[in-house]
């Protein structure tokens, strides 16, 4: 009976088990200083191109910046290009560190060990993403002090309203990222994936234009991208000057998109579990 009351998970083991993670994440993102360098190398070098290729577009003395202007509603193209290119780095890396995060431990030799300890095995994935989260809280200051810094970036809204919009977009970025992490584990190789999604973003959801210059049926398909509603609801407190009730309809839809992914992502982890157990997988490399 002692036995197998240890077997069993407790919520005891799980919140062990989800610091572990996270500790053991941060230790090794720690020890390795050229990822701490990517930090605020990215923020740079991604959104130039955009910014320079604005520039040349906009022509002498900056006379096409009159349709910008009543494209997107704002004159700030140097925002508008920073938010959208933003949201999309923050994206990139969410399915590069959490969506390997499981295999890292399978390559690493670690996983199996780790999944026969009696604790709740999503408790895995929590931690990693809490350690990834940390980070990438991080990585959204470095971008927002370099933006002002480099290219000369004013934002003009509420910084709260901005940071309510992160928190929100949080459940749904984070639960495309576990749904990927599972599917991982079980096709092995998915770096065709992770070019899909980000390539996905960068066209359908407006990082750098808005999205009435595409055709009808790609802003169909945008309007089904969470990443969509992120960059836009971000622009409208930083750029536009909106209150709440202004943000309230982006809002209400990334809410129900992260309750969506984060089932979604909880659901495809369960099956991956179940079938590790039948055919042995996480073994399997």
Not at 34 to 59: C, D, E, K
Not at 162 to 185: D, H, K, N, R
Not at 202 to 217: A, D, K, Q
Not at 242 to 263: E, Q, R, T, Y
Request: with cysteine.
């Amino acid at each position: 009976m002692l036995a197998q009351s240890l077997s069993k998970p407790t919520f005891g083991t799980g919140v062990r088990a989800f610091w572990g993670v996270a500790r053991k994440e941060w230790i090794i993102f720690r020890r390795y200083p050229s990822w701490v360098v990517a930090l605020f190398i990215w923020p740079i070098i991604f959104p130039a191109v955009y910014v320079f290729t604005a520039r040349a577009l906009a022509g002498p003395g900056g006379s096409g910046m009159v349709i910008f202007n009543q494209a997107t509603g704002t004159p700030d193209y140097l925002g508008y290009i920073a938010i959208g290119t933003t949201v999309w780095m923050w994206q990139n890396v969410v399915l590069w560190g959490v969506g390997f995060a499981l295999r890292d431990e399978q390559m690493r030799g670690t996983l199996e060990s780790n999944w026969l300890s009696p604790t709740w095995r999503f408790s895995f994935m929590l931690g990693a993403s809490m350690t990834q989260l940390v980070t990438m809280f991080l990585f959204l200051a470095v971008s927002a002090l370099e933006f002002w810094l480099f290219f000369g970036v004013r934002y003009h809204g509420s910084p709260l309203l901005v940071l309510l919009v992160i928190l929100v977009a949080i459940p749904s970025i984070y639960g495309l990222g576990i749904a990927f992490a599972s599917l991982v584990v079980t096709a092995k190789e998915a770096h065709a994936f992770v070019f899909l999604v980000r390539g996905l973003v960068m066209i359908f959801c407006g990082i750098t234009y808005p999205l009435s210059v595409l055709p009808g049926w790609m802003q169909g398909v945008a309007r089904w991208l969470p990443q969509t509603y992120v960059i836009a609801g971000m622009r409208k407190a930083a750029l536009g000057g909106a209150d709440l009730s202004m943000l309230l309809p982006d809002l209400a839809v990334l809410a129900l998109f992260g309750a969506a992914w984060l089932l979604i992502g909880f659901s495809l982890f369960s099956l991956m579990e179940r079938r590790a157990r039948r055919t042995g997988a996480i073994g399997q490399y």
